[in-house]
């Protein structure tokens, strides 16, 4: 499995941080075991109130281009699959310089926004749209080759995100979008899930889906709902732009003992057979292993290349 979403490089933040945060150890086992064969691994930030709460850090201390480095190197350490570095709610990011640095640095891609609202957008907790300086962020993304990831994005900012791509793919750019970790809002009506219109117009501008496995978003929490999810992604995408994604949050638990919530579907151990077991009950296996591997592999070199090809 080609994981298009998982909190590693908040893990690795979490275990340089706090000694008693051992769930770093987990997961190498997990994924250097070959279960998982590559992963977009992600440095997500939410509002300030829920960054004191969760990371214990305050705002004023918070430096996304230093907890990105040394997060970064942390996982360059313990993990040596095929890795695709991205950060989730661009909150602290101050301007386009720093958009800059953090490529430099490796960054490969960004979700503008998490849940909360911030200065260029807003998640599934507010209604406002895209911000100028979004946009303008966004532009400075593009130009760089990063990939654009819409999840968590609420329908208003999701929207101006797809007409500012518009406009630079009009422009002759190429631009490298997806929504890493979303599902189908007709199936599962949450909001972090995507209506068939946002659905549409993502595969209008050549955008792929990641299809996430957290019980939450998928409905009645069970495996054959997920792959019912699957199922109706591949009819609108057809089977070379669908993908799939763990946002493996048992680590939550570990950080608040009092956090009983199921996480996982599947247990990231052993997701890969479990998953392609169920897969193949409905699929060929030519299109299991897109699913599962090639595609995502595929969205990763993408980007890669990209990256070689832009001058910086």
Known sequence: MFDTHHDLLSICFL???YKTFNYLEQMKKAINSNNVVGVFCNLYFMNSEEM?????IKTKDINVISMFQESKKMYDTN???PSLYSIEGCD???????????YESGL??????????????SGNRSDSGLTSKGKAFLRKGIDLGMGIDLSHANQKTFFDIIEVIK???KKGKEVICYASHSNSYELCPHKRNLTKEQLLSLKEVGGMIGLVSYPEFVGNRTRSKYIEHIKYMINIFGSDKVMVSSDNMNFVSIINPNDKEEHGIYDYNTIAAELKKDL???FSLEDVEKIMEKNAQKLYYRIKEKRKNVRY
């Open 167 to 169: 406009e630079e793919q």
């Open 92 to 102: 602290y990011i101050k301007n386009e310089e720093e958009l800059e640095k953090l």
């Open 108 to 121: 490969d891609a960004f979700l503008l926004v998490w849940n909360n609202k911030n200065s260029y957008g």
């Open 52 to 56: 004191a709460e969760e990371f214990q």
């Open 280 to 282: 193949l009950s409905i």
């Open 15 to 17: 275990s340089s941080k």
């Open 79 to 81: 993990f040596s699959c």
